[in-house]
């Protein structure tokens, strides 16, 4: 092997460009030449290649987004798309593919690789964390860091106007940044797709804490939960309370995503740059490289966007136990 391709896709994460370098140097230590493919399967199907060396990748390792840019491809999911594609890879001299992402990201390389025999490696790199193979991905502790940061500081006007607060973070199908977000913050409620929202449950919890003397709460809510997301939960609360809260919503959004990675990001996105590189490099295709109780880890792709990361049930009871103990 003596060229791979690099590429960043679907919903960008902090961390994306500390991985990027890290597949750049460690392909550039075996003795490779690397492309950097820009905008995913869109820049794949238009040729919009780039080659990297040492200095393409200097002084981004604590920067935010991707310098790949990032995109998701319609035209990737047709078979003139994928041919295209193939060709321009061929053309190139392209022999093996890392692709940074999540479980879209994975499934579209699954495809291509099948038909058309290009190993393909996969890192995840997505702010949900709901990838099997792996305890965390890229840009998870950051979006995690970000959304406390933000609760911490709602929680401070929350307190000064004895104010209910419902907070909505990301996570269309997975609650992990709200559970976690939610649990470090000493969050009231903390509501995610995962479980079942019993709204009068909540309604029941907040009228008992206003009634033990707690003047302001938080609820933290996961954007896909089954109740709706922050907007419409609040005013279905409304609609049940007995007792006047004044209530706000905050709706966190796109600030999860940016933002310089935490530590724990870049460090885990540079040595699953490198583990990637090293697994093409011995053959393995269709595996994504993962972080396992501090082991690198390969599963298959097939296992890795089929079976989502378990939210853990202890911690959704921890979060339980404590919400109310505090008045």
Do not use: W
């Not at 791979?4 to 991985?19: E, H, L, Q, R």
């Not at 990748?57 to 840019?69: E, P, Q, W």
């Not at 007995?242 to 209530?247: E, G, L, M, Q, T």
């Not at 999860?256 to 093409?280: F, H, I, K, N, Y």
């Amino acid at each position: 092997m003596k060229k791979i391709a690099v590429f960043t896709s679907g919903g960008d994460a902090p961390g994306m460009n500390a991985c990027v370098r890290a597949v750049v140097r460690s392909g550039i230590a075996n003795q490779l030449e690397i492309v950097g493919i820009k905008r995913g399967y869109e820049g794949m199907i238009d040729g919009d290649f780039e080659m990297l060396n040492a200095r393409s990748v200097s002084n981004i390792i604590h920067r935010g987004g991707t310098i790949l840019k990032s995109a998701r491809s319609k035209r990737f999911r047709t078979v003139e798309g994928m041919e295209q594609a193939y060709q321009n890879l061929l053309k190139a001299g392209i022999e093996g593919v890392v692709a940074i992402g999540g479980d879209g990201t994975f499934r579209g390389a699954t495809e291509f690789s099948d038909k058309y025999q290009l190993p393909f490696i996969g890192v995840p790199g997505t702010i949900d964390n709901d990838m099997f193979g792996t305890d965390f991905t890229i840009g998870y502790d950051t979006a995690l860091n970000t959304a406390i940061d933000a609760i911490d500081k709602i929680r401070d006007t929350a307190t000064a106007h004895d104010r209910l607060f419902f907070v909505e973070v990301m996570g269309r199908d997975a609650g992990f940044i709200a559970l976690m977000s939610g649990l470090a913050s000493g969050a009231e409620g903390i509501l995610v797709p995962e479980y079942e929202t019993d709204l009068d449950s909540l309604v029941k919890d907040l009228e008992q804490g206003h009634k033990d003397g707690k003047s302001s709460s938080i609820v933290v809510v996961a954007e896909g939960d089954d109740e709706g997301g922050a907007f419409e939960i609040a005013k279905k609360v409304k609609e049940k309370l007995s007792i006047p809260f004044d209530i706000r919503v905050s709706i966190l959004g796109h600030i999860q995503r940016g933002g310089s990675p935490t530590c724990m990001d870049r460090v885990l996105a540079s040595r699953l740059g490198v583990a990637a590189v090293e697994a093409l490099i011995v053959g393995k295709n269709k595996e994504m490289v993962g972080f396992v109780k501090g082991e690198i880890k390969h599963t298959p792709f097939a296992k890795s966007v089929k079976h989502n990361h378990k939210m853990s049930e202890n911690l959704v009871r921890i979060a339980r136990v404590l919400a109310f103990c505090d008045a």
